[in-house]
């Protein structure tokens, strides 16, 4: 099945340590997206990704760092500067050869720090 | 890309038609109307979109005004598994640099049986 997937769905960090959120997708899309949703809120673009080996920051990036070294796979790394990381993280991503920008989302990961 | 204006909840009796309004005076002419919604604890999820003309897909119905100022979600028929928050998004149709979408708040569902 075509789909977008990320892992884990609960993830546990200390305070000072660095964690890598997984995103993969196999729709063959160009662009992937990182979104933060705190609670209540709405979401917020942290990083994307319209190519491989490129990527842009988005309105809330500091404290977070990604790479795009294959198409299928957009991973995202918590830092520890990054000074209030618990939050829901979200995944996206869409072809670029469309004005309509339909994006696709991952099931989420919940980060909570200890 | 133009911002749009929601209330924040609304409820819903089961198996009535819901009417999700949506303003956005400040839309462009190239602006598309997309509509997600996130179900709890879950990602986002397309509903549908739209330019000038009204939609229909399995989901919903999009009804967009005349002048292109307000949109109207419809789901004809609410069931519990509609509750969920409904994000009404505009998107450049012309700018695809980065191609993001931005959500605001949205509008929180609430759906009783």
């Known amino acids: 099945d075509g789909g977008i997937t990320q892992s884990p769905k609960y993830l546990f960090r200390k305070e000072g340590q660095n964690v890598t959120l997984s995103c993969e997708q196999n729709l063959n899309h160009d662009a992937m997206y990182w979104y933060r949703q705190d609670p209540g809120q709405g979401l917020r673009l942290i990083y994307y990704s319209q190519i491989v080996n490129d990527f842009q920051k988005g309105d809330i990036a500091e404290g977070y760092s990604v790479s795009r070294e294959k198409k299928e796979s957009f991973p995202l790394t918590v830092t520890s500067a990054q000074k209030n990381p618990t939050a829901f993280y979200l995944c996206?991503?869409?072809?670029?050869?469309?004005?309509?920008?339909?994006?696709?989302f991952g099931p989420g990961t919940r980060l909570t720090v200890l | 890309d133009a911002k749009t204006t929601q209330p924040n909840s609304m409820e819903s009796n089961e198996e009535e038609p819901v009417h999700l309004p949506c303003n956005h005076s400040t839309i462009s002419g190239t602006d598309y109307i997309h509509w997600y919604r996130q179900l709890p604890s879950q990602g986002p999820e397309y509903v549908i979109h739209?330019?000038?003309s009204n939609v229909n897909n399995r989901m919903a119905s999009l009804a967009i005004a005349e002048d292109r100022k307000s949109s109207t979600l419809i789901l004809h028929r609410a069931t519990l598994r509609d509750a969920a928050v409904y994000y009404c998004i505009l998107r450049d149709g012309l700018n695809n640099a980065g191609n993001m979408l931005t959500f605001g708040g949205g509008t929180r569902l609430m759906v009783k049986p």
């Open positions: 739209g330019l000038t």
């Open positions: 996206a991503s869409k072809w670029t050869e469309t004005s309509t920008d339909t994006q696709y």
